[in-house]
């Protein structure tokens, strides 16, 4: 069944620089493993060694995370649109003056701020 699947930035240098591609499968594991034999690398950072999702990526099928649907079992049908997403994260930094005292808050969405 034709499915398409939505490339980040990041992985659409396996695909032509294309955003979307047409793949086939009924589970989520046949599209992954279509989209690898189509675009060889596609799926390296998706699937962890283990065979799994990789732990960073988010996986939607129709704007559902497959983590509560049955991760690489989700079924998939004609005109799903099957989203592969990198996990986005923030970095906080807090710095100590010299002497203890409060810190300053560093990082978004803060500029600065006490901590």
């Known amino acids: 069944m034709p499915v398409t699947v939505k490339l980040p930035t990041i992985l659409r240098k396996f695909a032509g620089d294309e955003a979307r591609v047409t793949v086939e499968g009924v589970t989520l594991e046949e599209v992954l493993k279509d989209l690898e034999s189509r675009y060889p690398g596609a799926t390296k950072?998706?699937?962890?060694?283990?065979?799994?999702?990789?732990?960073?990526?988010?996986?939607?099928?129709?704007?559902?995370?497959?983590?509560?649907?049955?991760?690489?079992?989700?079924?998939?049908?004609?005109?799903?649109?099957?989203?592969?997403?990198?996990?986005?994260?923030?970095?906080?930094?807090?710095?100590?003056?010299?002497?203890?005292?409060?810190?300053?808050?560093?990082?978004p969405p803060y500029r600065s701020g006490k901590v």
């Open 45 to 107: 950072n998706v699937l962890a060694e283990g065979g799994g999702l990789h732990r960073f990526i988010n996986v939607y099928v129709n704007d559902e995370d497959v983590r509560y649907l049955g991760s690489l079992e989700t079924a998939v049908a004609d005109g799903d649109v099957v989203s592969i997403l990198p996990a986005v994260g923030a970095v906080y930094f807090v710095s100590i003056p010299p002497g203890g005292g409060g810190g300053a808050l560093r990082g």
